[in-house]
Every structure is written in C-alpha cells, then in structure tokens.
C-alpha cells in the first residue's frame, strides 16, 4: 500500500486548496478511505471519509469543523483522493495525511503540509 499526498501549500485566510492523493498497492474502488490533520502540538484529528465498499453509491462523512467548507471526491480512473478546501482558515492549518482503513486499522501516507496565513 502507498499513498502519496500533495497540494498542500501557504493560502490566505479565506482561500482555497485542494489536496490530491495518489494510490496504489490494493483495491482502490472499493476502499475505505479519508483524510486527517495534525495542527502544530496537537494530535491526529479525523476530517472525512469515503466508504466504497458497497454496491451503492461511496458514503461520505465529514468531521463538524469542515462540513460545507471541504469536499472529498475520488477519481477511480486515476487511483486519486481528493480534498477540495474553501474558505480556509488559520485553524486549518496542519499536516494533512491520507489514509486507507483497513482490518489491521489505518495506513497514512506522509502527509502534505497545509498553512493558512496572511
């Protein structure tokens, strides 16, 4: 398994970003899949979800502090995650790392860093 985060960047408040990552090593249209942050002394933090694993449509889930602001989309064809970020904020600032849920629990990739400033 490999993921490979980018896209990260320095983006004034109310800006925008969007975070790429790049799969490979297992079954990329039915995974488990999401994003989490860690802001500068602070630990891991959740942000989304993608569960891809049924017949119907991938389920999204996305932590309260980004609901209406990030959208996580995927493209099959390219084995890629995305997190499209809106209306940034300094509290966004963080590493942002990709993950894939397993049963042996969570593979992260090294992570892209995010920074909101003006």
Not at 26 to 55: C, H, Y
Not at 98 to 116: E, H, L, Y
């Amino acid at each position: 398994v490999q993921l490979v985060e980018s896209g990260g960047g320095l983006v004034q408040p109310g800006g925008s970003l969007r975070l790429s990552c790049e799969a490979s090593g297992f079954p990329f249209i039915n995974a488990v899949m999401g994003w989490a942050r860690q802001a500068p002394g602070k630990g891991l933090e959740w942000v989304s979800t993608i569960d891809a694993r049924g017949s119907q449509d991938p389920f999204t889930t996305y932590a309260d502090f980004v609901k209406d602001r990030f959208t996580m989309s995927r493209d099959t064809a390219k084995n890629t995650l995305y997190l499209q970020m809106d209306s940034l904020t300094p509290d966004d600032t963080a590493v942002y790392y990709c993950q894939k849920f397993g049963s042996s629990g969570a593979i992260r990739g090294q992570g892209t860093q995010v920074t909101v400033s003006s």
